[in-house]
């Protein structure tokens, strides 16, 4: 079979056994890689109604068929499993050398079940798998935790870890990768955690064989050559997604104060030019000549990569117009393994709620020092605040009551991402008909909506959304290629 290594590595952390199993050519075909595996397996393996943080889930890496060949932004893999947030499909894609490096031992997917019972790092290296005692890194971030298995197994190896959020079950924990690339927002990391597994460690040395080897390599070349002849490439080096924050602010869609508005009157501190002004450098996925990962330096000089969902929901969305202190807030949020979206959608529920006196603690808009602190005690489930938004807004908002679930921004248990929807209608049903939840990655609508006029819903916005979900959510998930370039 050529493209996939037609080899699927299961783990059963219980038993602590790999077994290699393959599949057919058919089944590379009908479901391609990334998602398109997770669901199939997840289909097959689980009964219905399991509980998602059981030893009877299973976890997925699963790469896409393109992966470790030389073709532009293709270093990604996707995390699923069934999802602790939502009780439905949950999964996420993470650009990380860990994609490739799976697919270099020699498998398309590692699909895990069982609990070990003590903490472990599972290595694989090509045929060989060892199940290891992590007793020493239990407890500690996803950077230390990183920083350590590359003391042992070298720079070049792939890994994929949780943080301290993870560990603790926090619903919408991520798996982390290089420092602040991660994946998994409806709960992935947590799902991890519950398996006692803190990281995973990929070294591999195969070649992967192509039909086309020749072929390949020149239509990866011209591909790459291409995207540096775009007239926006320079403008995209320089603030990647960023410039976002002030094309959201011009069409009122910039989540502001819990999404109660669309418009940040500090704005412009937060945004692309500010990010330009504090940037030291770029990171990005394996394979990608147009990384868009902006690091800075945060407000104790330390770097943190920036995105433009990470600053929104962690700027406007809570009231903070201080770049630095919410590049500290995102770095937080990474070595901890918290999602940021998500973060930032339960920091300001919490911030509404505490401005309508619904709960005892006092959390003002804007105000740094709680959110820092929110953010340890969410990743550690400590205290009375910290345990109820680790389970997320939409259990936050049953246990307080109030009417508060009309503020609590989420579909099926997972957060609104950073695009207010008051008016894109579109945009709305988007994130209402996401497979995971109110996630943007599905259907980016909103940017063709604000051109093709927002009023109202038409057979031609439908359309649109069905489109779009077929093309990002469909092909590029399983394919688990960059939709940027
Ligand atoms: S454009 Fe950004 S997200 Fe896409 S592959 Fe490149 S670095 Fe990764």
């Known amino acids: 079979m050529f493209g996939w290594n ?38 097959d393996a689980l009964k219905a109604g399991i509980d998602p943080l059981s030893p009877d889930n299973r976890l997925i890496f699963a790469a896409g068929p ?35 490096q799976m697919r270099r031992a020699g498998y398309d997917a590692v699909v895990v079940e069982g609990k070990a019972k003590n903490p472990i790092v599972l290595l694989i290296r090509d045929e060989s798998v060892d199940f290891l005692d992590a007793g020493d890194l239990w407890g500690l971030g996803s950077f230390e935790t990183e920083r350590r298995l590359a003391q042992l197994y070298g720079h070049g190896a792939g890994v994929l870890c949780i943080g301290q959020a993870g560990e603790n079950l926090v619903k919408y924990a991520v798996v982390v990768s290089q420092e602040g690339r991660a994946g998994g927002r409806p709960g992935m990391g947590a799902v991890m ?42 403008f995209w080096k320089r603030q990647g997604t960023m410039s976002t924050i002030e094309w959201s602010q011009e069409n009122s869609v910039l989540p502001t104060r819990n999404y109660s508005e669309g418009v940040f009157r500090k704005a412009g501190a937060i945004g692309g030019f500010a990010m330009e002004k504090m940037k030291v450098s770029n990171r990005g996925c394996p394979q990608c000549n147009m990384t ?31 770049l630095k202190s919410v590049a500290a807030l995102n770095r937080f949020a990474d070595d901890y393994g918290l999602d940021a979206i998500s973060l930032g959608n339960v920091l300001g529920f919490a911030m509404e709620a505490s401005e309508k006196g619904l709960i005892d603690e006092r959390v003002p808009w804007g105000g740094f020092k709680m959110a820092k602190n929110l953010i340890r005690d969410i990743a550690y489930r400590q205290g009375h605040l910290g345990s109820l938004l ?28 950073a695009y207010d929807c008051h008016t894109t209608p579109a945009m709305a049903l988007a994130y209402g008909t996401c497979s995971v939840g109110a996630h943007h990655k599905d259907a980016w609508v909103v940017s063709w909506e604000v051109k093709a006029g927002r ?3 038409s057979a031609e916005k439908v359309e649109k959304v069905i489109e779009l979900q077929r093309i990002r959510g469909g092909v590029f998930e399983c394919l688990t290629v960059c939709r940027f370039p």
């Not at 992966?67 to 894609?93: Q, R």
């Not at 070294?203 to 992967?208: A, F, P, Q």
């Open 455 to 457: 009023k109202g819903y």
């Open 292 to 322: 868009c990962g902006n690091v800075v330096k945060d407000s104790y000089r330390k770097e943190s990569e920036l995105d433009y969902e990470n600053v929104a929901m962690l700027g406007s969305n809570i009231g903070l117009g201080n």
């Open 193 to 234: 955690g519950s398996k006692n597994l803190k990281a995973v460690v990929f070294i591999g040395s195969n070649e992967l064989s192509a039909a086309y080897p020749k072929e390949i390599k020149e239509l990866g070349s011209d591909a790459l050559r291409e995207v540096l002849t775009r007239p926006n490439y320079a």
């Open 6 to 43: 037609g080899k699927l590595l299961r783990v059963d952390l219980t038993k602590g056994r790999a077994v290699a199993d393959e599949y057919s050519a058919e089944t590379a075909k009908n479901y391609l890689g990334g998602r398109g595996f997770a669901v199939k397996i997840l289909w």
């Open 66 to 100: 393109l992966t470790a060949f030389p073709v532009p932004s293709s270093g990604k893999l996707i995390v699923a499993a069934k999802s602790p947030l939502t009780w439905g499909y949950g999964d996420g894609n993470i650009g990380t050398v860990a994609a490739v």
């Open 390 to 417: 680790a389970d997320g807004v939409y259990s936050a908002s049953m246990e307080i009551g109030e009417n508060s679930s009309h503020w609590a921004m989420h579909v099926k248990g997972l957060e609104v991402s």
